[in-house]
């Protein structure tokens, strides 16, 4: 051996050792995107599977999008997926999971941004000012957030009350375009939620109910053909006016279903294991007692999901 070049070799060795091992590091306390970061999908499973309750498509077609568009080392557009479905149901909740899954902090995280539409654009008859001057504000907003990371997550909740001339805004982004300006955005994924659709969701539920049909035996085709009239047909609900589907840009459209009593007992009991209590469940059962059901007639299905729970559980 030639002692000067075992010294480089160790020198080298451990030069990247000690920058690989200082970038781990780094990222330990501060938070680093990190856009080839694997997704653990049998993590991801597991915690759906445990923590949403009654949403087994949901939870069926989030994995399946989530696991193919990281696998994909080159996507061709972002990811888009666009939650639907009646109050409370598990929409912001699964998106917090999803931003947990894919950014250890997760809504706390530099890389994933909620965009609640009646908070940043409240009001319907200043929308052509807003439009001109939010509209380039959300765009270059969008912009430095995937330049800093490219996997940014974007949440866009009540996404049915948003103009289509501010969707319009998004709308680019969502293209197959390999880049815009030198930005490729690409390995971002974008959720969009609304109640769009809620009712025939519901709808469609109930028929199986009354069928007595199993609600785990209803299948995304079920109600695909109910989402396309009551969703991408509905002229009054922001989003589709948009072109959005036209265009094919939404790569996903996942129904939540209307929760039943069991589920919302579910839903007390997970709060109350979450606030460090033992479950009681004369405590659960009165919770859900005070909850509101419909129809009229069968009381099958709760007015605000699982929306109250925890506010109810304060007075017990
Ligand atoms: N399917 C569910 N499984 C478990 N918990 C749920 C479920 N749905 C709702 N919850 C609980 O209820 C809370 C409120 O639900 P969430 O905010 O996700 O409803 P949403 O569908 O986004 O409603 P909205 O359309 O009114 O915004 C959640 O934080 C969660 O604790």
Not at 46 to 52: D, I, S, T
Not at 127 to 138: E, G, H
């Amino acid at each position: 051996f030639e002692p000067i070049s075992v010294g480089i070799a160790i020198g080298a060795a451990s030069a990247l050792t000690g920058y690989l091992s200082y970038t781990d590091l780094y990222c330990r306390f501060a938070e680093c995107c990190r856009e080839e970061q694997p997704l653990n999908a049998s993590a991801l499973k597991q915690e759906l599977e445990e923590k949403l309750f009654g949403q087994h498509l949901a939870t069926e077609v989030i994995l399946k999008a989530l696991t193919g568009f990281k696998n994909n080392k080159n996507p061709k557009k972002p990811l888009t997926l666009s939650l639907h479905g009646w109050a409370g149901t598990g929409k912001n909740f699964v998106s917090q999971i999803v931003a947990e899954n894919l950014h250890r902090k997760g809504l706390k995280s530099n890389f994933v941004h909620l965009f609640v539409s009646t908070l940043h654009f409240p009001h319907e008859q200043q929308i052509k000012l807003y439009q001109a001057r939010n509209s380039d504000q959300l765009q270059s907003w969008i912009r430095g957030n995937v330049s800093a990371c490219a996997s940014s997550l974007f949440i866009f909740d009540e996404m049915d009350k948003l103009h289509p001339g501010v969707i319009d805004a998004i709308k680019p982004f969502l293209d197959y375009y390999e880049q815009i300006d030198g930005v490729s955005y690409r390995k971002a994924i974008f959720i969009f939620l609304s109640n769009a659709g809620g009712d025939l969701i519901t709808k469609t539920a109930l028929d199986f109910w009354r069928a007595g049909r199993k609600r785990e035996d209803i299948q995304l085709k079920d109600l695909e053909p109910v989402l396309s009239v009551g969703v991408f047909n509905n002229k009054h609900s922001g989003l589709w006016h948009s072109g959005l589907i036209d265009r094919n840009l939404i790569d996903y459209f996942i129904p939540f279903l209307p929760l039943e009593y069991r589920h919302v007992k579910m839903c007390v009991r997970a709060e109350m294991k979450a606030r460090g209590s033992a479950v009681d469940e004369d405590i659960v059962t009165s919770v859900a007692d005070e909850m509101t059901f419909f129809p009229k007639d069968e009381k099958i299905y709760s007015d605000k999901g699982c929306k109250t729970v925890q506010s109810r559980l304060d007075f017990h």
